[in-house]
């Protein structure tokens, strides 16, 4: 552990503790059975910070309750489209720089505590130390445990600002589908939410049963066009 991990990672933690501290938000939700509609009470109490109040809890649910992505749905409901994706993201970029420095820094046993010695195990040896197009297309497919993923992936010795990068980006397409979901059910649009959701859960599932050919396939197609 180097100092300046040390003070990046203390530096993160102090600043989302300050936000979360005068917005007032309860984290009990992340431990609970919680709804889209559970989090907008909480958010939309917050007046002119509801959407500093999404983007913390979107952080958080990286950084402490690696669960399945309730928030962007909900960050979709309340918001709409364009403005929940926007909050959604910022959240995701500071929630995965705040995961990666703590696993980076803390090294494996905090990564565990965390995401559980069970999917430590799972997916750190077909992470490995992987090119950046491997990790990218691992966090691109659905229905892999994303969150839990950026703990995994801070135990590696691949450059950490590159993997903010490369890991929040490659996030863009599962979060937008995510928040179109939340905005086509606050406009009754159950068709579009149901079709969303049908084809990542479809892709999810054959991603899931498939994980090791996935990694080899990256790897196949990164060296294909090195």
Do not use: W
């Amino acid at each position: 552990m180097t100092r300046r991990h040390f003070l990046e990672l203390v530096s993160l933690i102090i600043f989302l503790v300050v936000l979360l501290n005068p917005l007032d938000l309860s984290l009990s939700m992340f431990y609970s059975s919680v709804t889209p509609e559970a989090i907008r009470g909480q958010v939309l109490r917050l007046g002119v910070y509801a959407p500093l109040g999404m983007i913390v809890l979107e952080a958080l649910q990286i950084i402490i309750a690696p669960v399945p992505p309730v928030t962007m749905v909900a960050s979709g409901y309340i918001f709409g489209l364009l403005p929940g994706t926007v909050y959604t993201f910022v959240g995701v970029f500071l929630g995965s720089g705040v995961a990666l420095l703590a696993s980076r820094t803390l090294g494996r046993p905090a990564a565990e505590s965390i995401v559980g010695s069970e999917y430590l195990e799972k997916f750190q040896d077909r992470l490995g130390n992987h090119y950046y197009f491997v990790i990218a297309l691992l966090f691109a497919v659905p229905g892999l445990p994303h969150d839990a993923l950026c703990y995994i992936a801070g135990l590696t010795d691949l450059d950490l600002k590159k993997l903010l990068v490369i890991i929040s980006l490659a996030r863009i397409p599962v979060t937008v589908g995510l928040v179109l979901t939340g905005s086509s059910i606050a406009s009754s649009r159950i068709d579009t939410a149901l079709l969303v959701l049908g084809l990542f859960g479809a892709i999810g599932f054959v991603s899931a049963r498939n994980q090791r050919k996935l990694v080899k396939m990256g790897g196949n197609i990164r060296r294909k066009v090195s």
